[in-house]
């Protein structure tokens, strides 16, 4: 069993700065990918950004484009999003997710275009609210 488990989420004024943590845990493999996502109520999931574990690549989906970096953090086992240059439209829940199948071509690579369909395991989510 995996487990996937985000922290980190809260308020935040625009133009400010936020670190979103993910650790995944369990059975899983010595190389696989992770994303974050994010929605907002009445819209479809989107793709932030994914890595994949022992690659050096990196995917951001365009609202994370020069904003935003996601790292691993090999002692805390963690795979971090760190937000800065927040704006309202950012206001969404961010979940982490992991997949054991999604091959590094297509988690990270510049040929990639992970989806939420292809993750398997999932955080429960965290909040960001971007507000004055």
């Known amino acids: 069993r995996v487990q996937v488990v985000e922290s980190g989420g809260g308020s935040v004024e625009p133009g400010g700065s936020r670190r979103l943590s993910c650790v995944v845990s369990?059975?899983?493999?010595?190389?696989?990918?992770v994303a974050w996502f994010r929605q907002v109520s009445g819209r479809e999931r989107e793709t932030v950004a994914a890595f994949y574990v022992g690659q050096r690549d990196r995917y951001y989906g365009d609202p994370a484009k020069g904003r935003f970096t996601i790292s691993h953090d090999k002692a805390k086992n963690s795979v971090d999003l760190q937000m800065s240059s927040l704006n309202q439209d950012d206001t969404a829940t961010y979940y982490c997710?992991?997949?054991?199948?999604?091959?590094?071509?297509?988690?990270?690579?510049?040929?990639?275009?992970?989806?939420?369909?292809?993750?398997?395991?999932w955080g429960q989510g965290t909040q960001v609210t971007v507000s004055s």
């Open positions: 369990g059975s899983t493999d010595n190389a696989y990918c």
């Open positions: 997710a992991a997949s054991m199948s999604l091959s590094y071509f297509d988690c990270s690579t510049s040929h990639a275009n992970p989806e939420p369909t292809d993750f398997f395991y």
